[in-house]
């Protein structure tokens, strides 16, 4: 399914590591809310692109990456995605650690099947 | 469960972002060498910690997190992590993509229960 992977401009670009413990509650409002803010990052100027996985335990790690710092900025920024953060601390987490990098390098491989 | 979260320091540190998608082959194996490579890599110079996550499609992301450039290319040149790699790709992933990034700040929340 390639279709999970974002597709990516040649480095440098930024990374947001998003890691987190859902709490199990409200599964439906929460990826209602999910899908809501891929959609709006999508139409961030400087989204380039995430990914995404969750495992049955309820740890999950979502990685989107931007052009730049500033990007960064203002998709923090916008209102529904604030008011979406504060809801998710309050209602979805039971923790969560997002820590903001810079892209270098990266290559891949696929299967020729 | 806070056990999936890796202690980390304070940035900068460097993060490999290793997106996979799972052929679903050969799960004992796999899981087997996954546990493998973790516990020797927590062996090496300059590691820091990991955290990975993989959902029911197989599409899985692992971001190891190391305190140098130094580090990262030892732990890629070590023999017995460059088999399993060579493995990997032969029989357990359909395609991966790994991202070298520099983490350059981090910030985090934890409900109080």
Redesign the interface.
């Known amino acids: 399914?390639?279709t999970?992977?974002a597709r990516l401009p040649t480095?440098p670009y930024y990374?947001v590591?998003f890691?987190s413990?859902r709490?199990g509650a409200d599964e439906a409002g929460y990826a209602a809310a999910a899908q809501r803010m891929l959609e709006l990052a999508e139409q961030q100027p400087g989204y380039l692109g995430a990914?995404?996985?969750?495992?049955?335990?309820?740890?999950?790690?979502t990685?989107s990456y931007w052009a730049s710092e500033e990007a960064i900025a203002a998709w923090r920024a916008h209102a529904e995605h604030a008011a979406a953060r504060a809801h998710g601390?309050a209602h979805w987490?039971?923790?969560?650690?997002?820590?903001?990098?810079?892209?270098?390098?990266?290559?891949?491989?696929?299967?020729r099947?």
Chains 1, 2 share one sequence.
């Open positions: 399914m390639d999970a992977f480095p990374a590591i890691s413990q709490n990914e995404s996985a969750r495992g049955a335990d309820g740890f999950g790690i990685v601390r987490y039971g923790r969560y650690e997002l820590r903001v990098a810079k892209v270098e390098r990266a290559y891949g491989h696929a299967s099947e």
